[in-house]
């Protein structure tokens, strides 16, 4: 997914360590855990232990979302606050 999306910004406005990719790498990197179908893990969780779409969906998909939203927001903090170090 993050290769996809490096065509669809321009590598001179966003340089190859910037945080817009630093970002889209942590949202596809852990943004399918949300689904259990969207990671190789919870593909294995589904046939090594019977667990189906709808229970994981009722069960762990919004402590997963929890989870995803707190990682996006510390990351952003951290980013705001180390930029507002740098500049002083």
Known sequence: LVAATMGMYDMGQY?????????I????????????IG?????????????????FLKKASLAAFVGYGAGI???????YLLSGLASA
């Open 15 to 23: 340089p190859q360590d910037d945080q817009l990719w630093q970002l």
């Open 25 to 36: 790498a942590y949202c596809a990197g852990t943004g399918g855990s949300i689904l259990v």
């Open 39 to 55: 990671s190789a893990s919870g593909v294995a969780l589904m046939g090594l232990e019977q667990v189906d779409f709808i229970w």
């Open 73 to 79: 927001a510390a990351y952003l903090g951290q980013s």
